[in-house]
């Protein structure tokens, strides 16, 4: 990998982590220790494997969400 797609990996990894921290303020999670939210989503990752009706139903909440404020 050269140096300048060495540099465009690293600037796409932290707009992604920028991106998913926004969503934690958005979810109004901002003061939770972050224990709990991994926790959190560590228990949402296994629920999602074994259950597609709670991926929709939470795809809904979130696109509801984002529509809200113009996203």
Do not use: P
Not at 13 to 22: A, S
Not at 50 to 61: A, C, H, W, Y
């Amino acid at each position: 990998m050269g140096r300048n797609a060495a540099s465009d990996a690293r600037k796409k990894d932290t707009r992604d982590k920028i991106e998913l921290g926004g969503l934690i303020v958005k979810a109004g999670l901002r003061y939770e220790k972050r224990a709990l939210l991994l926790g959190a989503l560590i228990d949402l990752d296994r629920r999602l494997k074994s259950d597609d009706t709670e991926r929709v139903r939470l795809t809904s909440i979130g696109a509801e969400a984002f529509g809200n404020d113009g996203q």
